[in-house]
């Protein structure tokens, strides 16, 4: 099974996201893919891929029948299988508590489900605005060095009287 609408896919027991709206592809458990695959609508796996998996505008989620090794690029992703490889999401990374997900993680944010197996290195990014917070705080440093010295300077000066 390739293809097919969210309607038809709400059957007890699939792991899609509550959160995918409309029409997604579907790569069913006894499907197995080595390659890359490119596509411009959501993805749920349930077989077994191998590869590049680019879904940059998309949600991409590994069911938890899914295993994937792959280097991902997708807007969302949510790991309920194994994925080994490493993300780089424009949004969000969940990762729930039947994951078992090894590798890097690029992500505005992430969420991990108490009981998740996790071994990751995570870079989240951060908003513009607090990178300027950040850089002004050594700033703040410098106004009091020069308030030390006029200190030094009238120590001196009553050394000398």
Do not use: C, W
Request: charged share 35%; no cysteine.
């Amino acid at each position: 099974m390739l293809k097919r609408s969210r309607k038809e896919n709400d059957e007890p027991g699939t792991s899609a996201s509550p959160d995918i709206i409309g029409d997604k592809t579907i790569i069913g458990d006894q499907i197995y893919i080595e390659g890359t695959i490119r596509g411009d609508e959501d993805l749920l796996i349930e077989g077994k891929v191998k590869g590049n998996i680019e879904m940059k505008a998309h949600h991409l989620t590994v069911g938890s029948k899914g295993r994937v090794e792959a280097e991902v690029h997708a807007a969302n992703v949510t790991i309920s299988g194994a994925l080994v490889g490493n993300i780089n999401a424009t949004g969000k990374v969940k990762i729930t508590k039947e994951a078992d997900f090894k590798g890097e993680i690029k992500a505005k944010s992430i969420s991990v489900e108490d009981g998740a197996y996790l071994k990751a290195v995570i870079e989240l990014e951060r908003e513009p605005m607090k990178k300027d917070v950040f850089s002004g705080k050594p700033e703040d440093k410098t106004p009091s060095g020069p308030a030390k010295d006029p200190l030094i300077l009238a120590d001196k000066g009553s050394k000398e009287n």
